[in-house]
């Protein structure tokens, strides 16, 4: 499954070869239908047991943590600008990349990306109220409206910068991002 993300992170969902994924993984289209029965169903395995997991671990679970969200979404957002080089900033965004290429095309892969959205819009939206409840954030903040923004803003960033494979983008980006996010502070 490894090498599924990888090749559908590389090439596109569409784009990807199954025969590739074999001959990378040192195995064989027997062994890969024994366990999917098509790219599709692949697919979606990656979504759920790869994709899932690295979002939930990068946003999610820091997020549901903290009743300080602005510093823990600052310690996310210095993470990525220093991770995202070479072939992260070519690629882009895993999550972003498969909701554009593959939600108009297959109700399975919008729902489950979906899913991912949700989660990391709702963990964004309960650490806000946290720290409004905390007294870090003020009373006026809107916490559903903030998570939106934020995950708009943040898909938005890594397209950008991915298209124009410049780094700057995102230290820009998420400068004004956390300008943003200062007002929320009580």
């Known amino acids: 499954m490894q090498t599924a993300f990888s090749e559908f992170y590389r090439r596109g969902f569409q784009g ?3 025969n590739r994924i074999v001959e990378e993984a040192s195995t064989t289209k027997g062994a890969l239908f024994h366990h999917f029965s098509g790219k599709l169903d692949l697919g979606h395995a990656v979504v759920d047991e790869l994709l899932y997991p690295e979002v939930k671990a990068l946003w999610i679970d820091p997020l549901q943590k903290t009743d300080q969200p602005i510093e823990t979404i600052a310690a996310i957002l210095n993470k990525l600008v220093s991770d995202c080089s070479g072939d992260r900033l070519c690629q882009g965004c ?3 990349n498969l909701a554009q290429e593959m939600s108009p095309l297959d109700e399975d892969f919008r729902l489950r990306l979906e899913r991912i959205y949700s989660e990391w819009k709702k963990a964004i939206e309960e650490a806000f109220m946290r720290g409004m409840d905390a007294g870090g954030i003020k009373k006026t903040a809107k916490p559903k409206r903030i998570a939106v923004f934020m995950v708009a803003c943040f898909a938005g960033t ?3 910068a991915k298209n124009a494979q410049d780094p700057e983008i995102l230290e ?3 400068g004004a ?3 943003y996010l ?4 009580a």
């Open 16 to 18: 990807a070869s199954l």
């Open 182 to 185: 200062e007002t929320q502070r």
């Open 172 to 174: 820009l980006s998420g």
């Open 94 to 96: 895993p999550l972003n």
């Open 158 to 160: 890594i397209g950008t």
């Open 177 to 179: 991002l956390m300008e």
